[in-house]
């Protein structure tokens, strides 16, 4: 089966960072990709970030500047570090994989998903 486990939230002040992870396992797809996304109470499940297996990587325009998105293949885990937080950025952020193309940053196109790390930014 497979499994996501997000780790790495927390409470920071704003102006800080945070790196999250996401370790993902069970599967043997060749093509997928891993997107972050993120939701704050009482709003939508936002797109943050996402990487394709091949590599290749995209950050949601409102976050560009601000947060990157890695992959360490050997582990089998991504990483989304973000500089700069802002108390907006409070949000759970969860991982997601999508192995159908073209991938975006659409919550419903993403099969399969962790359970969320808080991240808590406070001013």
């Known amino acids: 089966d497979v499994q996501l486990q997000a780790s790495g939230g927390g409470l920071v002040q704003a102006g800080g960072f945070l790196r999250l992870s996401c370790v993902a396992s069970g599967f043997t797809f060749e093509d997928y990709a891993i997107g972050w996304f993120r939701q704050a109470p009482g709003k939508e499940r936002e797109g943050v970030s996402l990487?394709?297996?091949?590599?290749?990587?995209f950050v949601a325009d409102s976050m560009k500047g601000r947060f990157t998105i890695s992959k360490d293949y050997t582990k089998n885990t991504v990483y989304l570090q973000m500089n700069d937080l802002k108390p907006d950025d409070t949000a759970v952020y969860y991982c997601?994989?999508?192995?159908?193309?073209?991938?975006?940053?659409?919550?419903?196109?993403?099969?399969?998903w962790g359970l969320g790390t808080l991240v808590t930014v406070s001013s």
């Open positions: 997601a994989l999508d192995r159908t193309r073209p991938y975006g940053l659409i919550p419903w196109m993403y099969e399969y």
């Open positions: 990487i394709v297996s091949d590599g290749s990587a």
